[in-house]
């Protein structure tokens, strides 16, 4: 028997995401080394020695989400990081300075007791940080900060952006020569020689729980979709933080057996209530959640299409370096225009939108700063609608209420409008 046996995949995903904090903080407690990584890092090289990872960016999220952020930013502010800087990074440099002061003094600080108070998971000061800048440049200086300020080692994985498609060899076989470094580093943390036999084996898991992830998201191109677009961003947590674990393969297999259950008996996520379907475009605005996700439901709008999924879905032949080198190149965000309207476009097809929202992000200029361009290729690609509003994924003064519901509805108006003329055109 299990320890997640009878557990649904909710249930699995809060089993898992607590037990990787606590497994973290354990780890550290025990003195085993413990790394800070960027999100779409090569966590596979860390797994095959046994040494634990945390993501600041998955815990950043996990403050705003549990309405922790404003506090911290501020915080971060008044040390002297610009409102200009992605939230994620002022929420982490912020935190880890509170970590410090508690270490020093022994007396938890009053910022940090209040994340405690709003039950956020602690994480442990790394004894390692790997950045890979494939989602954006902010990275490098972020993780170096943090690298200088603790005294820790610095591994960097630095990708070439993806100018073309495919990936030039060139490209790979620079960033297979950091691999390779990354492996020498850790075996001087390590002190020991790198675990080959081992490394495949998580490599091996790392692309089963990308296939169950796949599978599980794939549902949402069911018309109506029993897949809410909003339990994408929540299962995230997973796919960020053990995609190279049982614990993804587990929970993304029993989520891709429930959807297609509902699927199979015609239960959607709305039940009966889907009425249009749409992209989202960007990261999740997540001190809203639960405002944004409401507000498209009251307007029968689901969202089933995102890139979101993707970006994490790193397919390669384990024992392949070569070409799990080429799978961290490719990541989405370190795309061209051309790749991303490509890629974007056929995610609108493939899970049937009627229309997309566009999230410009104040933190992340990289993900928002096409946006103008891609709302028109992609409006003459798929003929569809397409709304935008301003915020931010943690900074909750950089987001309205209004606004957001202003611009939703209009969406919902256009989207519904042409829905009624298609189907008068076929009468």
Known sequence: MTETEGMNAKQKLGYYTQKFYDDAMAAHDKGEFVCWSSSIAPSEFFRAMGIHIVYPENHAAAVGAKHGALEILELAERKGYTMDNCSYSRINLAYMDLLVEEKVTGKTPEALAKLDELKIPRIPLPDIIIMCNNICEVLLKWYENLAVTLKVPYIIIDVPYVHQWPIPQHSIDYVEAQFKRAIKQIEDLCGRPFDYENFIKVQEQTQRSIAAWDK??????????????????????????ARSDYASEDTFTTLAQELQEKADAGIDAFKGGEKTRIAWEGIAVWPYLSHTY??????????????????????????????????????????????????????????????????????????????????????????????????????????????????????????????ANAENQNA
């Open 216 to 241: 599980a998201m794939g549902m949402a191109s069911v018309v109506p979709s029993p897949l809410n677009g909003f339990d994408i961003f929540n299962f995230m947590a997973l796919i960020v933080c």
């Open 294 to 419: 409401k507000a498209l439901k009251a307007l029968g709008t689901n969202m089933v299409g995102s890139t979101y999924p993707s970006a994490w879905s790193i397919h390669y032949e384990p024992g392949d370096l070569k070409a799990m080198a080429a799978g961290y190149i490719g990541c989405y965000y370190n795309t061209s225009l051309e790749r991303r309207v490509d890629v974007l476009g056929g995610v609108m097809e493939n899970t049937k939108c009627t229309g997309i929202l566009y999230h410009n992000n104040r933190s992340c200029k990289n993900m928002a700063v096409m946006n103008v361009e891609m709302a028109e290729m992609i409006r003459e690609r798929t003929k569809t609608p397409f709304a935008s509003f301003d915020g931010d994924q943690t900074d909750p003064r950089n987001f309205s209420e209004a606004q957001f519901d202003t611009r939703v509805e209009a969406l919902s108006e256009v989207m519904e409008q042409n829905m």
